[in-house]
């Protein structure tokens, strides 16, 4: 899911967060926000809906189904 990858990335530039960050505001490691960026994993449902959630988007966008 590499456009979700990029989505996420961009996402928390936008907002100037650092992983850190982020991961703190959703209630994840660090580790977790790092492996979703990179492509290497995805996030369980509930992870997804606290991203979209936080980023004020849709799943849908998260995961490059609608722009």
Known sequence: MKIFAERLKE????????????????????????LWERDKRVPSIENLVALAKFFKVSADYLCGLED
Not at 13 to 32: D, F, P, R
């Open 11 to 34: 996402l928390r530039n936008e907002e100037n967060l650092t992983i850190e960050e982020l991961a703190k505001q959703i209630g994840v490691s660090k580790m977790a926000i790092s």
